[in-house]
């Protein structure tokens, strides 16, 4: 069992930058591939970028803005997010799976609650 816990979300304004964390528990968090997606107001859920196999993922939207990261010492992803845009406002989600292929399907097996991110014009 592997639980997600996310923060970092927030209000900036365009052109801004924010820093999302996502701290699992469990002691297989290095087997796992993570991602991150988002869901804005209406839409579906986005896969946003994914670490854990090669290569890193990026969707188009958000490669050279957005970095993945993680740190399987202290079970912990990250999402730095650069030059942000109102195009961004989403709900974000860490997410973890065990089978390659899942994320792009928009599946999982561990979700996280969700962090909210508001970019402001």
């Known amino acids: 069992q592997v639980q997600l816990v996310e923060s970092g979300g927030g209000l900036v304004q365009a052109g801004g930058s924010l820093r999302l964390s996502c701290a699992a528990s469990?002691?297989?968090?290095?087997?796992?591939?993570m991602g991150w997606f988002r869901q804005a107001a209406g839409k579906e859920r986005e896969f946003v970028a994914g670490?854990?196999?090669?290569?890193?993922y990026y969707t188009d939207s958000v490669k050279g803005r957005f970095t993945i990261s993680r740190d399987n010492a202290k079970n912990i992803v990250s999402l730095q997010m650069n030059s942000l845009k109102p195009e961004d406002t989403a709900i974000y989600y860490c997410?973890?799976?065990?089978?390659?292929?899942?994320?792009?399907?928009?599946?999982?097996?561990?979700w996280g609650q969700g962090t909210q991110v508001t970019v402001s014009s």
């Open positions: 997410a973890a799976a065990s089978v390659v292929g899942n994320f792009e399907r928009g599946l999982a097996d561990y």
């Open positions: 469990g002691r297989t968090f290095s087997s796992y591939i």
């Open positions: 670490i854990g196999w090669k290569p890193i």
